[in-house]
């Protein structure tokens, strides 16, 4: 079993600025670099969708169109953390943002609880 537990959701005017962060935890042998890690958000009344992903290495990242060029996802494995800083934030970036792990040999997913960005002047 995993936990994933975010934080760094707030509010903030557009244009602005947040980090999130995702630190997760394991049972023993737990292997943060075995899993790639994603963000996805949902935005009331509509569909998880996903915003971030990169690998246990970090070597590849992609991204949704919709925030290519403003947020950036980035993983620290000496400290079982993902982050994801969003610059040039828009109303539209207003959501839910889960944190998502999935495990590189068996597929195992695990899913933080969120964490509310919002985006308003």
């Known amino acids: 079993q995993v936990q994933l537990v975010e934080s760094g959701g707030g509010s903030v005017q557009p244009g602005g600025s947040l980090r999130l962060s995702c630190a997760a935890s394991?049972?023993?042998?737990?292997?943060?670099?075995?899993?790639?890690m994603s963000w996805y958000r949902q935005a009331f009344g509509k569909e998880r969708e996903l915003v971030a992903s990169i690998t246990g290495t970090g070597g590849r990242t992609n991204y949704a169109e919709s925030v290519k060029g403003r947020f950036t996802v980035s993983r620290d494995n000496a400290e079982n953390t993902v982050y994801l800083q969003m610059n040039s934030l828009r109303p539209e970036d207003t959501a839910v943002y889960y944190c998502y792990a999935r495990h590189r040999f068996s597929a195992n997913d695990y899913w933080g609880q969120g964490t509310q960005v919002t985006v308003s002047s």
């Open positions: 394991g049972a023993s042998g737990f292997i943060f670099s075995n899993y790639a």
